[in-house]
């Protein structure tokens, strides 16, 4: 069966820091892999998408970025962390883009 | 743009009460319609999905309808129980999955 990986599970971090969040998936090969961003009581935002190694397509621009040196493994960067980018990031997998989502359980950080 | 609304935004239910989430789409094109059930501090967890095919689809307590023509499809959560408390988001997919804003449900006991 297949199963993703988030870490860390919580994050606090002071303004201007560097971030790098790692998402990893494991019992599938070549998944659609995105990250989302949850702000408190609020909607999923799509932020980044990717169909394949070094393949990432952006939803929205950003004080983020995104990678994929490796086929299952996806990871959310920021050169100098805001006040703003505060919230709750969610990593998800599908097989293909018309198929369902399966999310990680998350990395609440924090910006202080 | 959002694609993909959802209403209420919260609701109390009371213990062994139906609990209904509504969701309405614009694009036609949608072909897929999951609904996801997200705990506190947790991801969303992919709970019950359907195709335009069909209007009604049932797991358990949980049932979709889902009416093409009028474009909208909603969960029911027949005798809900307390632990159905969670932010509830339905979605629609083609080429990528769009999110409802989600409903946060509280069940009363």
């Known amino acids: 069966s297949q199963t993703i990986h988030q870490w860390p599970a919580t994050l606090v971090q002071p303004v201007g820091s560097p971030l790098s969040l790692e998402c990893t998936v494991e019992?599938?090969?070549?998944?659609?892999l995105y990250w989302y961003r949850q702000a408190a009581g609020r909607g999923l935002q799509l932020l980044f998408y990717s169909v394949g190694i070094g393949q990432i397509s952006s939803e929205v621009p950003q004080n983020l970025s995104a990678s994929r040196p490796q086929d299952r493994q996806f990871i959310l960067s920021s050169k100098k962390l805001l006040l703003s980018d505060s919230g709750f990031y969610l990593c998800?997998?599908?097989?293909?883009?018309?198929?369902?989502?399966?999310f990680g359980d998350g990395t609440r950080l924090s910006i202080l | 743009q959002q694609q993909v609304k959802q209403s209420p935004q919260s609701l109390i239910v009371q213990k062994g009460g139906i609990s209904i989430i509504n969701c309405a789409y614009e694009n036609t094109a949608f072909d897929y319609f999951p609904w996801y059930q997200q705990f506190p501090g947790k991801g969303p967890a992919l709970l019950i999905a359907?195709?335009?095919?069909?209007s009604e689809k049932k797991e358990g307590r949980f049932t979709i309808s889902f009416n093409k023509s009028a474009k909208q499809f909603s969960l029911h959560i027949m005798d809900s129980q307390p632990g159905d408390s969670a932010t509830y988001f339905c979605?629609?997919?083609?080429?990528?999955?769009?999110f409802g804003a989600g409903t946060r449900l509280t069940v009363k006991p």
């Open positions: 998800a997998w599908s097989k293909k883009s018309n198929q369902p989502q399966h």
């Open positions: 359907i195709r335009p095919d069909v």
């Open positions: 979605a629609a997919v083609v080429d990528d999955m769009r």
């Open positions: 019992g599938t090969s070549n998944p659609n």
